[in-house]
């Protein structure tokens, strides 16, 4: 499975998924990194371990749609087949939801549906909650929506705060973000309506 992952910012998780990968047997190969930011340090992280990299600026487009159909291209010429959003922070149209529907990871710091959207770790803190983590979903077009790979839980500690915690939950997507393309991409897991059958539980 020729997979492209796709990146804004630093680019820890697209690291254990780039680590992973090298195994021999894993079910995909890394064969692009796409970030929308051309100044993205995981860019020259990747480029630094060898794998193809390239930047779509979304600055210069005019519209979503622009942006994409460029993304799409650049996707084509790579013959990418599956998609792992990793700090990816632009919203999808529909369209492009469409063409990748079931071909598309995405992770997010956060017990899904609890927290979608930003600041996931200030906002659980607020609330007091004692157990927090984060989660691996296929993408639909609603945000931070779509059937759920993976979850693992982290406690919240009393003397947290949204570093430690942010630090405590990134450990353990570091552990599931490979786990969860794994068996994606392994045919491992099955969907049926919104749930994934065969998916996996860590805490
Ligand atoms: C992670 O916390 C991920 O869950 C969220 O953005 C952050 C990206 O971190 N969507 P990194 O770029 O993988 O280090």
């Given at each position: 499975?020729?997979?492209?992952?796709?990146?804004?910012?630093?680019?820890?998780?697209?690291?254990?998924?780039?680590?992973?990968?090298?195994?021999?047997?894993f079910?995909?190969?890394?064969?692009?990194?796409?970030?929308n930011?051309?100044?993205?340090?995981?860019?020259a992280?990747?480029?630094?371990?060898?794998?193809?990299?390239?930047?779509?600026?979304?600055?210069?487009?005019?519209?979503?749609?622009?942006?994409?159909?460029?993304?799409?291209?650049?996707?084509?010429?790579?013959r990418?087949?599956?998609?792992?959003?990793?700090?990816?922070?632009?919203?999808?149209?529909?369209?492009?939801?469409?063409?990748?529907?079931?071909?598309?990871l995405?992770?997010?710091?956060?017990?899904l549906?609890?927290?979608?959207?930003?600041?996931?770790?200030?906002?659980?803190?607020?609330?007091?909650?004692?157990?927090?983590?984060?989660t691996?979903?296929?993408?639909?077009p609603?945000?931070d929506?779509?059937?759920?790979?993976?979850?693992?839980?982290?406690?919240?500690?009393?003397g947290?705060?949204?570093?430690?915690?942010?630090?405590?939950?990134l450990?353990?997507?570091?552990v599931?973000?490979?786990?969860?393309?794994?068996?994606?991409?392994?045919?491992?897991?099955?969907v049926?309506?919104?749930?994934?059958?065969?998916?996996?539980?860590?805490?």
């Amino acid at each position: 499975l020729r997979t492209a992952i796709l990146i804004s910012g630093r680019g820890s998780n697209m690291d254990e998924l780039i680590a992973a990968a090298r195994a021999p047997e894993f079910p995909a190969q890394i064969a692009l990194v796409l970030s929308n930011r051309p100044d993205a340090p995981g860019l020259a992280k990747a480029k630094a371990a060898g794998i193809a990299v390239a930047a779509v600026d979304h600055k210069i487009y005019a519209g979503r749609e622009e942006f994409e159909r460029s993304l799409q291209i650049v996707l084509e010429t790579y013959r990418i087949d599956f998609l792992c959003l990793a700090g990816f922070m632009r919203l999808f149209t529909p369209w492009f939801i469409s063409q990748w529907r079931g071909r598309i990871l995405n992770i997010h710091p956060a017990l899904l549906p609890a927290y979608r959207g930003l600041h996931t770790h200030e906002r659980a803190l607020a609330d007091g909650v004692k157990i927090h983590g984060c989660t691996v979903h296929f993408v639909v077009p609603e945000m931070d929506e779509g059937p759920i790979v993976a979850q693992a839980a982290v406690p919240v500690l009393d003397g947290d705060d949204a570093e430690t915690l942010g630090a405590r939950v990134l450990a353990q997507e570091h552990v599931i973000y490979p786990l969860a393309l794994r068996l994606v991409a392994s045919g491992a897991v099955r969907v049926e309506g919104n749930r994934v059958l065969g998916a996996l539980a860590e805490s």
